[in-house]
């Protein structure tokens, strides 16, 4: 997979090596990688250039605050414009309520969460941490809607259970949103594990239907790294017009946490152009 080029909505995917110039300047271009585990050595691991940096969760391998102050350090370093993350399940801090009860499974010495929280929240240098709620970039109005929930699996942070609760966390998702940033996929799409289950959320995949995002991206499945388009079959609902979807996995770390996988680039075209 050196060089996939996908066209939705004028949307157009590219992973490196192979990066072209943004066709025009009023494009908007993201770089989203997902799934670092603390693993990547900004001396090795070159994060391409672009507008907006995303970032769809498991930062941390167990969310210590040292590991959340040198990943926020690193995210902080880059250069562009915003940094818009989310947390996954092994961000344990991040995850105030989870962690009250169950830090001792994972650490010796409690951390303070509200430390952590706080790092992420006040870094500054663009960093948006997203929590269930928009980030609308500047003078461009493209609405990124982000969330760690998964689906359970082993008592992690962000573990919400399948159908009912899951259901109504995706709910809230706006019917605006351009962008959605979640830490796990839908059911049946880039979410396949190695063992051949497709594990992704059913009830994410039912709200997107709805509200057919221009873009999805996430992680989690780290086997699942990857791109896909999916054209949806027009419906009644004359203002909802969104034909395609664009899905990227954009875990960076695969199943051996080894960070072998590109960042996937994607130029998203003026919202007026769409
Ligand atoms: P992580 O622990 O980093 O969240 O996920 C690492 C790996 O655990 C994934 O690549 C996948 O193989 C496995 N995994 C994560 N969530 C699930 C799940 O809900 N079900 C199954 N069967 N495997 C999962
Ligand atoms: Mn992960
Ligand atoms: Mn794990
Ligand atoms: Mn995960």
Known sequence: MSQIRSMSQEIFVHLAPKIPKKLSPEWTRFVCMSDTHNSIDPNKYQVPDGDIFIHAGDMTRVGMIEE????????????????VVIAGNHDLTLDETFYEKNWNRFHYNKEDSNEAINIIKNAGH???????????????????????????????AFNGQRGQFLKE??????????????????NNILDKTYKGDNVGCKDLLERIEEIKPYVHVFGHIHEGYGILEKTWES???????RKKTIFINASTNTLNYSPENTAVIFDFPPLNSL
């Open 68 to 83: 959340v102050r040198e990943t926020v350090n690193w995210i902080k370093s880059l250069p562009h414009e915003h940094k």
């Open 126 to 156: 663009g960093i948006v941490y997203l929590y269930e709620n928009s980030f609308t970039i500047p003078h461009k109005g493209i609405q990124i809607w982000g969330s760690p929930w998964t689906p359970e699996f082993y008592e992690w």
């Open 169 to 186: 966390k995706w709910g809230q998702i706006p019917q605006t949103t351009h962008i959605l940033m979640t830490h796990g996929p839908p």
């Open 235 to 241: 419906t009644e609902n004359q203002d909802q017009d």
